[in-house]
């Protein structure tokens, strides 16, 4: 258990759809990143915030957005969903200058 | 840009055989390397990790060498089991972990 949880586990939505995935960092980690992973695009970088601020912006799509709130839980918003936005969504959090921890993933299966 | 390149798997062993994972980088200046495993259906753990040239990280008998003249942080382990079975992903951070970049992972599999 890396300390990083993430909610939903699964989620499953239709094309067109918004929806909003959760991430709790570990305690005391002010760094959260938002990871996408396919099968055909691996593992991709999408955001990073520091303490509420972005930090770092990746391959992110314009219907996708995030936010770290001032209790540095974080928000992934994805809208006008396509069926190629179905992926496993990863968070992760570190400490400055420490590497990320994970944590367990959601599922994201749009039909 | 900063890259890293692993091989290309999926790589099959028996059972107490030695696995050698490649992993090979490309950076401005003077990152950080780690080895990051995903067991099925778990997101993404640290394995080991070295932040400077000659560092070796070592974890659970797997280990890698940072090789600044090869730009090659390779993983290894001398008797793999069952349980390794998983994905392998080589990664780099550099200027403080805010850019860090992954391989393309190699599926490991091992066979009793």
């Known amino acids: 258990d890396s300390g990083v949880t993430q909610t939903p586990k699964h989620l499953i939505t239709a094309t067109g759809q918004r929806v909003t995935l959760r991430c709790s960092p570990r305690?005391?980690?002010?760094?959260v990143y938002w990871y996408q992973q396919s099968l055909d695009q691996g593992l991709q970088f999408l955001i990073q915030?520091?303490?509420?601020?972005?930090?770092a912006k990746g391959n992110i799509l314009e219907r996708f957005s995030a936010q770290q709130f001032p209790d540095l839980h974080s928000e992934l918003n994805l809208s006008s969903l396509e069926l190629g936005d179905s992926a496993l969504y990863f968070c992760?959090?570190?400490?400055?200058?420490?590497?990320?921890?994970f944590g367990p993933g959601t599922r994201l299966t749009v039909l | 840009g900063n890259s890293v390149t692993q091989m290309e798997g999926p790589v099959t062993l028996s059972e107490e055989a030695f696995l050698t994972i490649n992993c090979t980088y490309t950076?401005?200046?003077?990152?950080?390397l780690f080895w990051y495993v995903q067991y099925p259906g778990e997101g993404l753990q640290l394995l080991l990790k070295?932040?400077?040239?000659?560092d070796k990280g070592s974890n659970k008998g797997f280990e890698a060498t940072y090789r600044k003249e090869t730009t090659s942080f390779h993983l290894e382990k001398g008797s793999v089991q069952v349980s390794d079975s998983a994905v392998y992903f080589c990664?780099?951070?550099?200027?403080?972990?805010?850019?860090?970049?992954f391989g393309a992972g190699t599926r490991l599999t091992v066979k009793p």
């Open positions: 992760a959090s570190s400490v400055v200058g420490g590497p990320p921890f």
């Open positions: 305690s005391g980690d002010l760094s």
């Open positions: 915030y520091y303490n509420g601020e972005e930090r």
């Open positions: 950076a401005t200046g003077y990152p950080s």
């Open positions: 070295a932040t400077k040239a000659d």
């Open positions: 990664a780099l951070s550099e200027g403080g972990n805010n850019d860090m970049r």
